[in-house]
């Protein structure tokens, strides 16, 4: 009986393998690299094997010809072998990567004890900066008592390559040299600091608010759809990209038969308790703030372009596109979600009706509004 595979390998292996990668780099050396490596060319081999099973899938699918059910099934098998080898390697690759943190853990305590100063790397590691620490619980609490009794205003100015006066803690701080903000997020917030700043939290190193830069613009509904096939992203989000009102935002107005051109546009990625709702709001009590604090709402051809610049998502995130609700069906008003899950790398529909309560924990992407020239 022919069946389609789980894609959950799929995103998990381009989503740790991006993110182990990079950690890798800046603190690791040798075999743990060389798995990456592995890891990454069992991927390609895998998105070989799956396109050839894709196509001999659908041959058999509609002949129900015995030869080519026997050749789908072949390819099948060989498929779901490369598979279990992909996961078996990325299974090694984070045991090794718990273990690399741990020991780089050792390291730095063994610098704190004999009195040396710890480096931009080393600091970076023990704040999280850019990523979680992967190590055991134990390491985990060993690592927040290190930082409990460390001075996080200095650390930071190394962490951040940055002169005191280049943090700002209010929007009266904030000058064009303004290289990180640590506070609250005031009214108008976004649209005073520095464009492309990178550094934005509300506390450190918890807080952390992630300003984001990408391109919008130049692709057609079956151009998108296709950039996400290739890319091995799934799509289900109820016929949003076919509602009128979509068509129409990724054209220009009046006439809507021209499409827009590429646009390079500044986002941000926030809970809603970041804006201020620890028990939660609607959506209108959470697009208010976000416009309060600089922000605006995003076209509803984010929502694609989101999913293909958003490659390395973490397994079970999920994070909606600030937008006005498009009414795809009678009675049912969505936005998009971008996740990624157990089923794979996704791009579907949100029910987003006014009276729906979001969790503090929810997570949205706006677009920094742009000043007046």
């Not at 959950?8 to 991006?18: I, P, T």
């Not at 709402?297 to 989101?306: A, K, Q, S």
């Not at 390395?312 to 006005?324: A, D, R, T």
Request: aromatic letters at 10%; charged letters at 25%; proline letters at 4%.
């Amino acid at each position: 009986m022919l069946s389609f595979p789980c894609g959950s390998v799929f995103c998990f292996a381009v989503s740790f393998l991006l993110q182990s990668t990079q950690s890798m780099a800046n603190h690791q050396s040798g075999k743990e690299n060389t798995h990456c490596t592995t890891a990454a060319l069992m991927l390609t081999q895998v998105r070989t094997l799956k396109a050839t099973f894709d196509s001999s899938f659908e041959v058999a699918s509609t002949s129900g010809n015995a030869e080519d059910v026997l050749q789908a099934q072949t390819d099948k098998a060989q498929l779901l072998s490369a598979m279990a080898l992909l996961q078996n390697n990325l299974d090694s690759l984070a045991y090794e990567q718990r273990e690399s943190d741990t020991e780089f853990l050792t390291r730095i305590k063994q610098k704190l004890t004999e009195g040396r100063l710890l480096s931009h790397t080393d600091l970076s590691f023990l704040y999280e900066v850019p990523k979680p620490f992967e190590g055991s619980g134990e390491d985990k609490q060993s690592l927040r008592e290190i930082r409990k009794e460390r001075n996080p205003e200095e650390d930071m100015l190394i962490i951040f390559a940055c002169n005191e006066d280049q943090i700002a803690h209010s929007i009266e701080e904030i000058t064009a040299s303004t290289k990180a903000y640590v506070g609250e997020l005031q009214p108008n917030i976004f649209t005073l600091l520095p464009e492309g700043i990178e550094y934005v939290y509300t506390s450190f190193p918890e807080g952390r608010i992630h300003c984001e830069h990408f391109g919008v613009g130049g692709m057609a509904v079956a151009q998108l759809k296709a950039a996400m096939k290739q890319a091995k992203f799934q799509v289900d989000d109820g016929g949003l990209m076919e509602s009128q009102e979509f068509k129409e935002s990724i054209h220009e107005p009046p006439e809507y038969t021209k499409l827009k051109s590429l646009e390079q546009m500044n986002f941000v990625r926030l809970s809603v308790g970041d804006l201020g709702f620890p028990n939660g709001a609607t959506i209108q009590e959470i697009f208010a703030k976000a416009i309060a604090l600089g922000l605006e709402l995003c076209p509803p051809e984010v929502g694609p372009y989101y999913r293909l610049h958003y490659a390395n998502q973490p397994m079970n995130e999920y994070v909606y596109i600030g937008m006005n609700q498009i009414i795809d069906r009678p009675g049912r008003s969505d936005v998009f979600r971008v996740h990624c899950d157990h089923s794979g790398a996704w791009l579907r529909r949100a029910w987003a009706e006014p009276a729906r309560e979001w969790d503090a924990d929810d997570q949205f992407v706006f677009r920094i509004r742009k000043l007046e020239s």
